[in-house]
């Protein structure tokens, strides 16, 4: 079965930061691309960020580039979104996803989700 567990949301001033992590229960993880989702309150869920398997190659919304900062480490199973200069607008439910094609955040295409973490970024 698989599993992808995020952490790390919380409640953050405006230009503050934080870190989430997804935790996944996956059988061969770096063969994966793995990414992170956001859905505000009343709008549809969006990609946020991704990064390829193996090579480790990221991809970003223009929303977030030079803010966020997506990374891997496939020992530990695991991937982690940086998030600098954050904006209320960036407040969300945060989702790792898993098993889509890199850059592609078509919904429909997406193999598996997490459970979510909410982020809120106050002004």
């Known amino acids: 079965e698989v599993q992808l567990v995020e952490s790390g949301g919380g409640l953050v001033q405006a230009g503050g930061s934080l870190r989430l992590s997804c935790a996944a229960s996956i059988f061969d993880f770096d063969d994966y691309v793995i990414g992170w989702f956001r859905q505000a309150p009343g709008k549809e869920r969006e990609g946020v960020s991704c990064?390829?398997?193996?090579?480790?190659?990221?991809h970003y919304a223009d929303s977030v580039k030079g803010r966020f900062t997506i990374s891997r480490d496939n020992a530990k199973n695991t991937v982690y979104l940086q998030m600098d200069s954050l904006k209320p607008e960036d407040t969300a439910v945060y989702y790792c996803?898993?098993?889509?094609?890199?850059?592609?955040?078509?919904?429909?295409?997406?193999?598996?989700w997490g459970q979510g973490t909410q982020v809120t970024v106050s002004s």
């Open positions: 996803a898993a098993d889509f094609l890199y850059s592609d955040y078509d919904l429909r295409g997406v193999g598996y």
């Open positions: 990064i390829s398997s193996r090579d480790g190659s990221p």
